[in-house]
C-alpha cells in the first residue's frame, strides 16, 4: 500500500507541475520570449557554454539566466559578470528545478526587457530529464570527458531531449575519445536526436549552437527593430 501511496503522490506532484508549466509557456507567448532548459552533469560545460554567448552577444541581446545549484551561487556570478540578468534558485537537497520555482523567478523581473531566457538545471544527468519546467526545448549537454558511454548510460535523458551537446570536443585526443564512433553510437540508440559537437575553448560548433536555438534570428530581429 505504502508504494501505491507514494506513486499517486508523486503523479498529483507532476500533473500539477505540468499545469503551472503550460502557464508559464502561455505566459512567455505574451513576450515572444524563448526558452530553453539545459541540463547536463556537474563538469560538462554548461555554465561555460552560457558564459561564451553572455559575451558574445552582450551588445546585441539581452539574457535572463535562471540558475538552479544546491548551495552556491558561483554560476550565476560567473556569467552574470558579462551583463546577463540571473536568478539563483538554491534547491538544498532538491536535484532539480520544478515549474513553480521558475513562475516564482519570473514573476521577479520585467519580461519586456528580455529577449531569451536560459534555464540552467541542476548538475545531474537523471533529475531534471523528465520535469517539465516550461521551456520550448530541453537541451542536454555532455562532453567527452564523461566517457564514451554516457548516451548508453543516459536513455531517458537523452530521449527526453530536443538537442544533445557533445562539449570539449578539443580534449578528445587526450582522453582517447573517438567523437565520430560516440556519435554513431548514439544514433543508434536515438535515431531523432540531433547531436552538435562543441568547444567552448576554441569557438567550434558555438555559431551552429547558437542558430539551432534561435539566438542568430533573434539578433537579426532585434537589429532590424532598431
Request: with cysteine; hydrophobic share 40%.
Amino acid at each position: 500500500m505504502s508504494n501505491i501511496l507514494r506513486i499517486n503522490i508523486d503523479q498529483k506532484i507532476q500533473e500539477a507541475n505540468n499545469i503551472i508549466a503550460q502557464r508559464i509557456r502561455e505566459k512567455r507567448q505574451q513576450y515572444n520570449l524563448p526558452m530553453v532548459d539545459i541540463q547536463g552533469s556537474v563538469g560538462s560545460g554548461k555554465t561555460s557554454i552560457l558564459e561564451y554567448f553572455a559575451e558574445k552577444y552582450v551588445s546585441t541581446l539581452k539574457f535572463l539566466v535562471i540558475n538552479g545549484d544546491l548551495a552556491t551561487d558561483i554560476d550565476a556570478q560567473r556569467i552574470g559578470r558579462f551583463g546577463s540578468t540571473c536568478l539563483q534558485i538554491n534547491t538544498g537537497r532538491g536535484c532539480h528545478l520544478m515549474a513553480f520555482q521558475i513562475e516564482k523567478a519570473l514573476s521577479e523581473v520585467d519580461l519586456n526587457t528580455f529577449d531569451f531566457i536560459f534555464v540552467e538545471n541542476v548538475g545531474n544527468l537523471i533529475c531534471p530529464s523528465t520535469t517539465d519546467v516550461g521551456a520550448d526545448s530541453k537541451i542536454t549537454v555532455t562532453s567527452v570527458t564523461e566517457g564514451p558511454y554516457v548516451f548508453r548510460k543516459h536513455p531517458i535523458t537523452f530521449k527526453m531531449s530536443q538537442l544533445a551537446i557533445l562539449n570539449k570536443i578539443d580534449l578528445a585526443p587526450a582522453m582517447e575519445i573517438d567523437v565520430d564512433e560516440v556519435i554513431e553510437g548514439a544514433h543508434d540508440l536515438y535515431p531523432q536526436l540531433e547531436i552538435i559537437q562543441t568547444s567552448v575553448k576554441t569557438g567550434v560548433g558555438m555559431d551552429l549552437f547558437a542558430k539551432k536555438i534561435g539566438l542568430e534570428t533573434k539578433k537579426k530581429k532585434e537589429k532590424g527593430r532598431n
